[in-house]
């Protein structure tokens, strides 16, 4: 089943703060964030994992409650570059293989 | 390190068509993944390939299908070409199965007319 993401868009001003969520109704063993722009591969920002561990770039933080099975995705100080469509992609196997993703978030940062 | 590679990266098939798409993944990566993203569906995973053969899939149809060969390079394709099938099929490569990162490809645009 599909993770569901809120909110489906959201338009800040650069240097504000941003969160994104991403919920399952199936028990997750990882999830995974990318974010995409126009025309663009999707780009990794995180993967968590049960159990605690994370893996990403030190300038994003998220978080993942196994027993909620949500994950969120906290940008920062948000700069122009950070825009564009953001994917939560959950795991229930061991791995990242046959990931689902959610629908994405549009992410608009003017300046 | 090159990143993973697909070509083509346009296609144009009418209807009834066949067609193949190819990804090279990242130097020394063993497990390919292709997806199929459309602005309604978004991402939607297609297969898993890792050492030739295939690990997980998706919930397509048989037209859809794919292969992995010795140098981890993977080919997908698809039969008898509907206009559904118009998408960006994107391909993700990571190091091993387990909990690892998937890259992914630039994709190829596929139009069916």
């Known amino acids: 089943q599909q993770p569901v993401q809120s909110p489906q868009a959201v338009i800040l001003r650069e240097g504000e703060d941003a969160v994104i969520n991403c919920s399952s109704s199936?028990?997750?063993?990882?999830v995974h964030w990318y974010r995409q722009k126009h025309g663009e591969a999707p780009v990794f920002l995180m993967i968590?994992?049960?159990?605690?561990e994370q893996k990403g770039h030190e300038k994003i933080s998220a978080s993942f409650n196994e027993k909620k099975q949500q994950s969120s995705l906290y940008l920062t100080a948000s700069q122009l570059s950070y825009s564009g469509t953001y994917f939560c992609?959950?795991?229930?196997?061991?791995?990242?293989?046959?990931?689902?993703f959610g629908k994405g978030t549009h992410l608009i940062i003017q300046p | 390190k090159a990143g993973v590679t697909q070509t083509p990266r346009y296609l144009i098939k009418t209807r009834g068509q066949q067609v193949t798409l190819s990804c090279s993944p990242i130097?020394?990566?063993?497990?390919v993944s292709w997806y199929q993203q459309t602005p309604g569906q978004g991402l939607q995973f297609l297969f898993e390939?890792?050492?030739?053969?295939?690990?997980n899939k998706g919930n397509f149809p048989g037209r859809f299908s794919g292969r992995q060969f010795s140098n981890s390079r993977s080919e997908m394709n698809v039969s008898t070409l509907e206009l559904g099938d118009s998408a960006l099929y994107l391909c993700?490569?990571?190091?091993?199965?387990?909990?690892?990162?998937?890259?992914f490809g630039p994709g190829t645009r596929l139009t069916v007319l």
């Open positions: 992609g959950t795991g229930s196997g061991g791995g990242a293989d046959g990931l689902t």
């Open positions: 199936k028990a997750l063993y990882s």
């Open positions: 968590l994992l049960k159990g605690g």
């Open positions: 130097s020394g990566h063993r497990s």
């Open positions: 390939y890792f050492s030739e053969t295939q690990r």
């Open positions: 993700a490569s990571c190091r091993d199965r387990g909990t690892d990162t998937q890259y």
